[in-house]
């Protein structure tokens, strides 16, 4: 492979001093319309998982980063992806789906057995994603049944995943007392 076909940028975990960097970025790609939405409300309180968190760096600069937060379904502990977030000059050059690339490689050596978003089959379905049975898995909240995409990490078992989505374990002490919890 020749150099000239080489990315430029470099992924890597995310770092504490990444964190204002992808919030800034999350805010600019998605508004403050995302809190509103029953993925970012499966968030609410809980950390994301510190070993799935990536960043796209280039010349200095972030980016893009991925996220990948713990969730419950149907009694078991699962992954949701999200937030996916490119700067918008930079969409179309690979460095997202370089991102979940990571996220996923990285997922796949834990114990997960599968991968859930809300978003566009035709994008996803380039790292594996596909469309769930409508009702397969349940959001809280309005969530259009054709955007609930998932992947499996063991074979098979993405057909096992069904039921509730809840938010997982609850990491922030606030929420935990439920002083923040709406």
């Known amino acids: 492979m020749s150099s000239a076909s080489m990315p430029a940028w470099l992924i890597r975990l ?22 509103a ?12 998982v510190g070993a799935l968190s990536f960043v796209a760096i280039e010349d200095g600069v972030l980016r893009g980063s991925v996220r990948f937060w713990p969730i419950m379904v149907g009694g078991h502990e699962e992954l949701l992806l999200g937030p996916l977030a490119v700067e918008t000059r930079q969409r179309g050059r690979g460095i997202g789906i370089a991102l979940m690339q990571a996220g996923i490689a990285a997922a796949g050596q834990g ?3 599968g991968i859930l978003l809300v978003g566009d089959e035709p994008y996803y379905a380039k790292v594996g994603f596909a469309r769930l049975p409508p009702g397969r898995v ?12 998932g992947l499996s990490l063991k074979s098979g078992e993405m057909l096992a995943l069904s039921g509730l989505v809840r938010r ?12 923040a919890i709406g």
């Open 168 to 179: 997982a374990r609850i990491s922030d002490p606030v929420c935990a007392a439920g002083a």
């Open 111 to 113: 114990p997960w057995r």
């Open 138 to 149: 349940k959001f809280p909240g309005p969530v259009d049944q054709n955007r609930i995409l």
């Open 37 to 48: 939405k029953s993925a970012y409300r499966l968030r609410e309180g809980v950390a994301p």
């Open 14 to 35: 995310e770092t504490a001093a990444d964190a204002p960097a992808v919030e800034a970025l999350s805010a600019d790609s998605f508004g403050p319309g995302r809190f």
